[in-house]
């Protein structure tokens, strides 16, 4: 882009220095008017050689400033990509640690089930057996 520009400075410097040495054959053999009227082309050339220079400097700077932005923007994003990542891994750990958590609830929970139901059958079973021997004895 910066070479384009100085590209641009050197052509544009190029052919004012060729219009200006154009006139100055053509003009030779005319009064000192002809002469202060190159040099003031001359001058103005240079001042406007010289805001176009600066304009460029300013520029670069500018889009060197950009540079630094967006390389810093992207850093950023690389970091809170980074950490969505690592809270998407952690809520997928999180499932499958509650559907573990389920699963064993389920389990324990059937179990327990399993434990009550032999508890009735063994209290139904001593029931029953007293009932059929009749009171206790005193």
């Not at 400075?9 to 009227?37: C, D, E, H, P, R």
């Not at 179990?111 to 009749?134: D, F, L, P, T, W």
Request: aromatic share 6%.
């Amino acid at each position: 882009m910066f070479g384009v520009v100085r590209r641009a400075i050197t052509q544009n410097t190029l052919v004012l220095l060729y219009n200006i040495f154009y006139q100055k054959q053509m003009f030779s053999g005319q009064s000192i008017q002809a002469s202060q009227l190159i040099e003031a082309f001359r001058h103005q050339t240079e001042r406007l050689v010289n805001e176009l220079k600066k304009s460029a400097e300013y520029a670069e700077e500018k889009l060197e400033s950009i540079e630094e932005r967006g390389e810093q923007l992207l850093q950023i994003s690389k970091h809170i990509h980074d950490s969505l990542t690592v809270v998407d891994l952690r809520t997928q750990q999180l499932a499958e640690a509650s559907k573990d958590v389920e699963n064993h609830v389920n389990v324990v929970l059937n179990y327990s089930k399993a434990v009550h139901e032999q508890s009735m059958a063994i209290a139904g079973g001593v029931n029953g057996r007293y009932a059929a021997a009749g009171p206790p004895c005193r």
